[in-house]
């Protein structure tokens, strides 16, 4: 008899090891980047293209041949006031998402789905100023070079200071889109490391 206690005792009378804890859940692996250099990016875009529209719009230049004066404005071409519009546009866009970025790092809550809501925007923006940029781009390198098969004139050894101010707001131009590109790269690779794995 004793020995069928001790069995029953070794058999039921062990306690079972204590169920191992559930793996906590796995951590987001956090930001690649600081918040505040998405605030610098969006800032530097609106500079740039402030400082691009500002040098577009300002360029004018008046020649006189004789009885006669010629004037070269942004206004003669429809590409330039494309320019102009979707610089306009792009600027604005960058200020307000500046502000927005900024109302993020006060209310972290909300990061993400601004983040998402960025990178289509900066996608769309991006568009805008790289297609409008390639256009005054085409129509300037006309005016620059000419083109002999059709025979259109170069007219930048005439409009050299207003060929001057097209050219550098389209470099500065140029720039606002690479910062674009990098602000979309950052938000996706941002959004990309906040994915729990």
């Not at 069928?4 to 169920?19: F, L, Q, R, S």
């Not at 918040?35 to 360029?59: C, E, N, Q, Y």
């Not at 207003?162 to 950052?186: P, Q």
Request: hydrophobic fraction near 50%.
């Amino acid at each position: 008899m004793a020995t069928t206690e001790k069995a029953a005792d070794t058999e039921y009378g062990k306690e079972a090891p204590p169920a191992a804890a559930p793996p906590p859940p796995p951590k987001p692996s956090g930001t690649t980047i600081p918040p505040i250099v998405d605030v610098a990016l969006r800032a530097l875009v609106f500079a740039a293209t402030l400082t691009s529209l500002l040098v577009f719009v300002t360029s004018k230049q008046t020649i006189h041949l004789g009885p006669r004066s010629m004037e070269a404005k942004f206004d003669h071409s429809p590409a330039f006031i494309y320019f102009v519009v979707a610089l306009s546009v792009a600027g604005l866009y960058s200020l307000l998402t500046t502000l927005a970025s900024i109302s993020i790092i006060q209310k972290p809550a909300f990061s993400n789905t601004f983040l998402l809501y960025f990178a289509f925007w900066d996608v769309l923006i991006l568009g805008l100023v790289a297609s409008a940029t390639g256009a005054a781009g085409s129509v300037a390198y006309i005016g620059l070079r000419g083109n002999k098969h059709v025979q259109w004139q170069k007219v930048c050894n005439v409009f050299d200071k207003y060929c001057r101010h097209i050219g550098g707001s389209l470099a500065v131009s140029l720039f606002a889109s690479v910062l674009l590109v990098l602000l979309i790269w950052l938000s996706v690779l941002t959004i990309h490391k906040r994915i729990p794995k």
